[in-house]
């Protein structure tokens, strides 16, 4: 019996959960930890089920309009079912708090990756891409959240925001950090294939970006240090994976990439699989993660845990993730990012130093642990429940 199931037996009893906004479909951080932790739980033997939000019915006058309802309510939904009986409801994002805005749930658990969205004021500087409806259900998420019976912060950073921001109960959240795949981010030997399914040479240095164009994710610096990279490293390429969720940002970059002339060195690749992009970190040379804000940084865990070298910025929750397995740089500093990047380049040893302390940083966050943690707050959620209850009742004389 290993300390894990010990620690399970003791602590951990039976109880129903249901996981709310598990998406078997969609590739994104966020669906990668609900199936995760949906998986690792039942493991667990904990008893877990899914719901689905019901969705609104939308005249079809509206999508002629170029609003894509079924995206928006995927990620903001208005209706959650009932729970049955002393079920747990976990919602495993901030925002589809907006569901609980005007419904009153019970022994509530809500996972927050991140408060910026939700409170746009405080972050204007990346947030001008949302609309006015985004901000109206940003603010019905955020009121939801403050009606859970506790939440979990996927890092010390995302608490702190938390309370600073939001007001919440201090002991009322719990600091759950998330998992990694580690059967499929390691180290693997890399098909012949899949160079040839991307257009890609064996014999050339790649850096790798993975994620989105949203404006903190400060692809735009990283281009500009680039550049610099490529005065010097004439061979090596840069490759930006992730789905171009903001076409403006994105054809700004493909203008500014061509401005800088390195447009023939950037290339952009849209969703991958999770194999494929396993792949991705494996032939990459340095992994380089500039983010002006990230709740959690997974991108950068899945690399290491891949043995790739990580650049990342020291912003955010990104120190306390990769702790001192990466080299750390001041995201508004180019001339930084770029003389960092020429190191690794230019030195195997320091290559082979940083996966070594990639390996054993990636070890330290992996499922099972998220998943008992993510247990044990079930059960408080339970016996805090109870103990209302108690004090609800009147008392008999």
Not at 126 to 153: E, P, Q, S, V, W
Not at 172 to 180: A, L, T
Request: glycine share 4%; hydrophobic share 40%.
């Amino acid at each position: 019996m290993t300390s894990h199931n010990i620690v399970k037996e003791e602590e951990i009893r039976q109880f129903a959960v249901r996981l709310v906004g598990l998406s078997e479909g969609s590739s994104t951080g966020l669906s990668r930890y609900a199936r995760s932790l949906y998986q690792e739980l039942t493991l667990q033997e904990v008893t877990v089920g899914v719901t689905d939000f019901k969705t609104p019915s939308i005249p079809p006058f509206v999508g002629k309009l170029g609003f894509d309802s079924a995206k928006f309510f995927s990620t903001f939904p208005v209706a959650l079912p009932d729970a049955v009986g002393n079920t747990v409801t976990h919602l495993t994002t901030q925002n589809h708090a907006s569901a609980v805005a005007f419904k009153k749930v019970k022994r509530l658990v809500v996972t927050v990756h991140d408060l910026i969205t939700l409170c746009y004021n405080h972050y204007p500087e990346f947030t001008t891409h949302l609309k006015y409806y985004d901000k109206f259900f940003n603010r019905l998420a955020a009121y939801g959240l403050k009606k859970a019976r506790m939440l979990i912060a996927v890092s010390e950073y995302t608490r702190q925001d938390i309370i600073r921001l939001l007001s919440y109960p201090s002991d009322r959240i719990k600091v759950v950090y998330e998992g990694v795949d580690r059967q499929n981010f390691r180290v693997k030997e890399v098909p012949t294939n899949f160079y040839q399914r991307y257009n890609l040479r064996e014999d050339i240095p790649y850096l790798l970006n993975v994620g989105s164009e949203d404006p903190r994710k400060n692809i735009r610096r990283l281009l500009a240090a680039f550049a610099k990279v490529s005065a010097e490293f004439p061979t090596v390429r840069l490759l930006k994976v992730g789905a171009a969720e903001f076409r403006h940002e994105r054809q700004y970059l493909l203008d500014e990439a061509k401005l800088l002339g390195i447009s023939d060195k950037v290339v952009f690749f849209d969703r991958v699989s999770d194999t494929d992009l396993a792949y991705f970190y494996n032939i990459a040379t340095a992994f380089i993660f500039p983010s002006l804000y990230e709740g959690f940084g997974l991108p950068a865990l899945e690399a290491m845990s891949c043995g790739t070298p990580v650049i990342c910025s020291n912003a955010a929750s990104l120190p306390e993730v990769v702790g001192d397995a990466a080299l750390l740089f001041s995201p508004t500093d180019t001339l930084e990012m770029a003389t960092l990047i020429k190191r690794v380049l230019s030195e195997p040893d320091l290559q082979k130093h940083l996966r070594r302390l990639s390996i054993e940083q990636a070890a330290l966050f992996n499922w099972e642990k998220t998943a008992i943690e993510t247990a044990k707050i079930y059960r408080q959620v339970v016996e805090l429940e109870k103990e209302a209850s108690m004090k609800r009742k009147p008392s008999v004389c």
